[in-house]
Structure formats: C-alpha cells, structure tokens
C-alpha cells in the first residue's frame, strides 16, 4: 500500500512538472531599450534579454511568448494576470520587491549620462541647473531627482528623451550604461552628436531581475534555474558578446 501511495505521489510531481513545461509563459517587454529589448525593422521583438529568455526557455522546456508592453502599464498588467512575468531590464529594488519577486540578478547596471559631444560635465554636480532627460520611473530618473540643482524630464520612452536631446530640448540624458553606449556608439542618427559623459557613481550595485507576481514560486524557481544554466554554459558570456560587444 506505501509502495502505491509513493509511486502516485511520483506520478503527480511529474504531471505537475511535465503540465507547467507544457504551457506558455507570456513574457511583457517595454521593447523600446536597446540593446536589451527592443522593436527591430521587421516588427519582432529582439534583444539580449530577449535571447536570455528564450534560453532560459530551452535549459528549462518552458515554451514562452514575447509580448510588448508600455512601461507605464507593464507592473500593473502583471498584477492583472494579462502575462506571467516581466523581463523589461528591471532593476531589483527594496521597494519593487515589497510587491513583486524577482528572480536571480542575470544582468550588473550602472546609471550613465549621455551629453552632445561638444558638452562639459563629469558629474551630476557639474550639471547644476541644467535638464536631465530620462524614462519614467526608472532608477536613472530617481537618481536625476536627488542630484542637487538638476532639473529633471521624464518621457514615456528613453528614446523620446534621446531625440528631446537631438532637438535640444534638454541637456543631457541619464539611463543605463548599456542602452547608453548602444544609442552614442551604434546609432547612426546620432553618430558623432552625442558622448558617453560618465558613469554615475553609486554606493550599492544594481542588477536586473525577472519579475514574477508574489508568490508565484514554481516559475520563480524554474527561471533560477534557467539563469544558473544559461551563466554556466557561457550561453550569456555569447549573448552580452552578440549584442553589447566589450
């Protein structure tokens, strides 16, 4: 009779693993930050954190969807069950992981300011009374808000922030090194226009994270997973290789 009831309690771990393989896990990008996710000339959403994600994907057997979101929106749909998680390079803070859980970190930011070529400044402090630029709600702006004398614009998106630049509207940028480097080093609009400034020095390190509902630990333990493969295989060493370069 033991022998029964252990053999149906191996068989209904293995359905439960096998059904939740099986499904499709809706991930939400705000694809509008190159080089992590973002909208390519044939309307696919592309990128490394993209291609992290579908690796992950294959480590684990999950089958997974790619889905645009608005930032402004992309937490609230979550809580909304309109998709499963969010890999939107989100960067994991205290009070972002009071509502959410976030997974293993799979990507190190810095906060980095973008100014025309032409332009003096290697700090926040040197930019006293000038205008940063930067997306909603992202550390870079929180960061903007608490540097004494700056002035700070917040865009729906971080490319609407880079061409408010381009037009002169306001004086810098402020947004993550990677997405920075990839608008001054690999855009051709704004080649020769811009300069990564500097980096903005910080005390604590920051790290993205994917971000599921609270809660929600077989997909959370099955994305740690995925990232602890993707980083041993050197599958991410190919990816940051492909997409960010050195």
């Known amino acids: 009779m033991l022998k029964k009831i252990a053999l149906a309690l ?3 771990a293995m359905t439960a693993t096998f059904a939740f393989a099986e499904k499709t896990i809706v991930i939400a990008h705000d694809a509008t930050w190159p080089p992590m996710e973002f909208v390519d000339a044939n309307k696919n959403i592309v990128g490394y954190s993209v291609d992290y994600c579908d690796a992950i ?14 930032w402004d929106g992309i937490f609230a749909g979550l809580v909304g069950r309109k998709y499963d998680m969010i890999s939107s390079s989100v960067s994991i803070t205290p009070e972002r992981q009071k509502k959410f859980d976030f997974s293993d970190p799979y990507f190190e930011v810095t906060q980095a300011v973008i100014l ?4 003096s400044g290697k700090s926040l402090a040197d930019l006293k ?8 709600g992202t550390t870079g702006v929180f960061m903007s ?13 971080i490319g609407f922030a880079v061409e408010a630049l381009y037009t002169g509207r306001i004086d810098g940028v402020i947004c993550d090194d990677a997405i920075a480097a990839d608008y001054v080093l690999r855009n051709p609009k704004y080649a020769g226009k811009f300069k990564l400034a500097f980096i ?7 790290y993205y994270g994917f971000v599921v509902k609270k809660g929600n ?4 333990e099955t994305l740690n997973k995925g990232i602890a493969a993707v980083k041993a295989k050197g599958i991410e060493a190919e990816l940051r290789k492909k997409w960010i370069g050195q």
């Open 10 to 12: 191996v068989v209904v």
């Open 57 to 70: 994907a294959k480590e684990t057997g999950l089958k997974v969807e790619h889905k645009s979101v608005a």
């Open 116 to 119: 025309p070529a032409d332009a």
């Open 129 to 136: 009374g000038k205008t940063l630029g930067g997306q909603m």
């Open 145 to 157: 808000k608490r540097a004494e004398g700056v002035n700070t614009k917040e865009f729906d998106e």
């Open 200 to 206: 903005v020095k910080s005390d604590k390190p920051e």
């Open 217 to 220: 630990k077989e997909l959370l």
